[in-house]
């Protein structure tokens, strides 16, 4: 006896080549958003030197022409997920000084720029190498200008209200935001100790050498110019 071979008439008959699944095609928006993602990560891990738009186009499935035709080419891609990375951090600092005590304005700057070097850690690394590009949308040290401005005006009324001169705000501004951003750096690679410790200790020198200013600072060595 001939045993029955089932048969299911949703099976592709022999005679026929298995179809390919349908590959979804992305809007322009999409496409867009996905090289820049690819970029990013590309960038951050390589740099830019390191980086080429073979290497973009191939992560992203397509062709070199089409990361040509959407940023015009490395460059381009590059100085767009500078820009945004660097809007992102502006935009995370500046919000995050809502406090109305100078001391707590300083904790919530230094928790602002760590938090985003933890959550955004590949944009960080991109912003904190030196740009190859000279007409690049901005820099690191122009990003960290922008915030000193911001803390600049909080310093500049704390300064008019202790009687010292409020013009050199802009100085201790510089001061105080370039060394939450160094320390941020040697954290991006450590991660020790926790967030909230180095934080701590970033506001308790920034604080208490503000709380010890003296009105007309002097120099104790031999050289006076």
Not at 27 to 35: D, H, M, P, V
Not at 98 to 110: F, M, S, V, W
Request: aromatic share 8%; glycine share 8%.
């Amino acid at each position: 006896m001939i045993d029955a071979v089932a048969t299911d008439s949703s099976s592709t008959p022999s005679n026929e080549k298995p179809r390919r699944a349908r590959r979804t095609r992305m809007t322009g928006a999409e496409r867009r958003q996905q090289l820049l993602e690819i970029g990013r990560t590309l960038f951050a891990a390589k740099g830019f030197e390191g980086t080429s738009v073979e290497e973009i186009a191939a992560k992203a499935g397509v062709s070199k022409p089409v990361v040509y035709e959407h940023f015009g080419g490395k460059e381009g891609l590059y100085a767009v997920v500078v820009d945004r990375e660097m809007r992102r951090l502006l935009d995370m600092v500046t919000s995050s000084l809502t406090a109305g005590h100078p001391r707590e304005l300083c904790e919530q700057a230094a928790f602002a720029l760590l938090d985003y070097i933890e959550e955004y850690t590949d944009g960080f690394r991109i912003l904190v190498r030196d740009s190859p590009i000279p007409q690049s949308t901005g820099s690191f040290a122009s990003l960290i200008s922008d915030i000193a401005t911001q803390v600049e005006d909080i310093l500049g009324r704390e300064f008019k209200s202790r009687g010292f001169d409020p013009k050199l705000a802009p100085l201790y501004a510089q001061a105080l935001v370039g060394m939450v951003a160094l320390t941020g750096q040697w954290w991006l690679d450590v991660r020790r100790p926790k967030k909230a410790e180095v934080a701590a200790h970033l506001v308790n020198l920034a604080w208490h050498g503000l709380d010890g200013l003296e009105a007309k600072p002097h120099l104790i060595g031999r050289r006076k110019s």
